[in-house]
């Protein structure tokens, strides 16, 4: 927030002696105010305990259990956000102090002390999101690293059971929660308010504070190693999830936090891209990638705050000591997974769809064609969008629910593979007769459609009722979850950080490190995970820290290639500092594409826009003479050009 | 579209079908079928995976010959034709994979149908899945108990599964069938074996720390073995490996319910998920005290446990006979 101004003021403290221009660096908006008001805010938070635990006569009275959920994973990360300044400008206003006006003062990001501030900026924000998501992943794989020495011999020999358990249950989480679904949305906050000819997102501020509450799930989850017990698998499946240690309660509120960060995202993404397009750009003119991320949001804020319940539920019935799932208290414990996956399947299409528009951005523009059946793409995100919501007991076809949902699930769970068919058909046909330019971007989307299809394929047989029985909780199924999460969302979003590092960064990365980062994933990738689906269907169950000799030898192989590849992310780390200090400087638009982020120079300046674009066409009308999607800076001159619409 | 490029495409998907194929029938994938259940999900198998041999064929052929033939050259700056789209295409490639997956759907529920029902009277077992151990009741059969599933050839056995603490799930690669026990609530699962032999019992469902050595094993038996095993075992009542009447055998109670996770010699355990008892030695009333009430990440057996299996389990630990 502004340091220039007394308005925003927050603290009841007011410094008494003068009003000065600018505030003592204690209660200035910033780390310093940030560090003592998370102090501040835990001793309220402990305050409120002790106070109504002594109240009602419940002894003890320091119960560190509840001020441990109640102060230290709730009052004080509002206290962070508070001290950081995310809540100034509402506060102001709340109490009737007079607001900051919004001078645009907070955009821009000129050091980088600029990315570790409040920034209602779109872009720094999304540069935020990018770099904290990719420290995430990089934790998440280092976690997948140890999971794979332990698993390199079969005997328990690295690790203990429970440290075991917490490394894939952390893995995971880190990987869905703090990687994937946010990092997508850094992708799109970056280029989305770009591509619909929007100066910003729709709510700044609350933009900057989605941002900021995600270090903090980040956080917790691996905080929750010190207090041994996110020990459940990333399911976190009741009753076992109550028996764990204390620690689950990190589990349980960091994937809150996380949630939050997610559906305030998701309705700024839909607000802004209603009501923030730019003159032209109707539904049938966005993007793909627009599509994309409209379809998600939706699904993130109707399917969130069901496992937002969830993990509620498993907290209270360790810490209030409720009954949702407790059966001999008459809980019931199928009723965890119906609304766990009631969230998580749609979740798997969160963690897809907006890579599916990364891949129709990427695809068509290094193709040259315009992408193939455009409204049919669109219309197959709908269809997705919609059939997501009826697919999520097929996660539960051995888990003793009502015998008779099992067949319906399976006719719409394979159902949802048509419109998934629709768009790995359209891009191949995209691909047909084009100039074909393999550039890294244009690589990992080729990638990413190969080894989405063999991951597609494998689900179509998990979706039949009766394959899923034999290989479910097997390697098969952490096979398949590797090829659509990693083979299919890793690689979009690694197509996308290619794809618009020069416009988000203003210079070049190496293209050559760049393809032998691509090549070594690939291979690697397709070696350590394609003979999991062996050892699963041979019978090796999930989530095991030993296993039968017999399948010792994969396993070996398996962990060898584990290592390479995780290796290889480290030519993409290399390659992306460097670059991003001195790469080439990069041209506006340096693949040639049309969409309006395109138009404007590399880095966009801070207002995006100096005056507001015109859409005039469709977004992909590679080949077609004379065709512009959009028209910026008094450009005329293809105004005249006669404007084809599909 | 030109002739020679559908002979390219033609080509490429039969070489890339036959090579996966190759990879299919060549490699051993499916564990030893000794199910009806199993021939059942086996034939769901091998029809998806041809189809999906199919489309991975189709995909494949696209690709690479794309990847070859539309490659740019080095400074063609020239877009590709603007095709919009084929509306032909379009239905096509929905229409054909809508009917795969409805095939693929009529034959996974009539399967599925199938392996649900026994054939003829099953012989019915009770299935009781705790941390980390399996428990196996005959009602029929007197109320034997027993620490391994024996079951008859060519018979169906109806599994009657309870948990006692968290979720487990059983399975037998071999049978194929996999079901979880819950909490509260009683499942069901049909086998019906057809091929004698000893087969791996596997916990799938994460359970806790002793959850990968949740194991046991299922022995499948000619009937009249089967019913020869029956006749030898102690009737009604009395818990795994030890009848109520008759002298206690400990280290039957240990075999069931503390090797999972505790290695000790002289029963043969070798479990690694708990302390191991070769190494430690403690007073009797602190051991009994930890076998009553758990605590430390294993479970309690105080209400499990007879008072006189557990003073046998004592004894047996601590070798005092007094």
Redesign the interface.
Known sequence: MSETTTANSHSPHHAPHEPPKQRHWLLRAGWPRAFWMTGLFFLLGMGIVVGLRALGGYEPYLDWEVVIVVAALTMAPLGFLSGLGAFDYWVSYAIGRPTAPEDHSAHGAYSWKDYFRINTDHKVIGIQYVTTTIFFFLAGGLLALLVRAELARPETDFVDTQTYNELFTVHASLMIFLFIIPAFAGLANYVLPLMIGAPDMAFPRLNALSYWLLPIAGVMLLASFFFPGAGAGWTNYAPLAVEQPFGNVFFSMAVQWAGASSIMTALNFLVTIITMRAPGMTFWRMPLLVWANFTTSLLVVIATPFIAASQFFVMFDRVMHTNFFDFTEGGYVLGYQHIFWFYSHPAVYIMILPGFGIVSEVISTFSRKPIFGYRLMALSLMAILVLGFSVWAHHMFVSGMAAYLRVPMMVTTLLIAVPTGIKVFSWLATLWEGRIHFSAPMLWALGFVTSFVIGGLSGVMLGAVPIDIHVSDTYFIVAHIHYVLLGGSLFTIFAGIYYWFPKMTGRMYNERLAKVHFWLTLVTFNTTFFPMHLIGIQGMPRRVATYEERFGDWNLFISISSFVLGASFMIFVYNMIVSWKSGPLAPANPWRGMTIEWLVPSPPPVFNFDEVPQVVGNPYEYGVKGARHAILNGDRAAQVEPVRTQ | MRRGAIVALISIALVVAAVTTAIAYF?D???EQASEE?Q??DL??WV??A??IF??AV??A??IY??VK???RPD???????????TG??IM??AI??LC??V??V???V??AQ??SPKGEPLRVEVLAQQYAWQFTYPDQGGIKATNLYVPIDRSTKLV?RAR???H?F?V?EF??????????V?TLVITPTKTGEY?V????????????MRTRAIVLSQADFDAWAREQPQGGGSAGGGDGGEIDAEGIFTANCAACHTLSKAGASG??GPNLDELSLAPPAVEQQIRRGGG?MPPFGDQLSDGEIEALVQYLTGSNE
């Open positions: 490699v994938w499916l564990p199993r059942g999900i769901v198998f998806t995976v189809i999906c489309f991975f995909v494949a696209v690709s794309s990847g539309f490659r740019v063609d700056e020239s877009d590709g034709p603007p095709i919009h789209g084929h295409l379009e490639w929905t994979p809508t997956v409805t693929i759907a034959l996974s529920a399967v599925l392996n649900d599964l603490d968290v979720l799930s399975w690669p194929g069938q996999k079901q979880d026990a819950v909490p509260g609530i499942t791996r596997i916990c799938t469902e994460l359970c806790g720390l002793g959850h990968a050595l690694q998920v990440g």
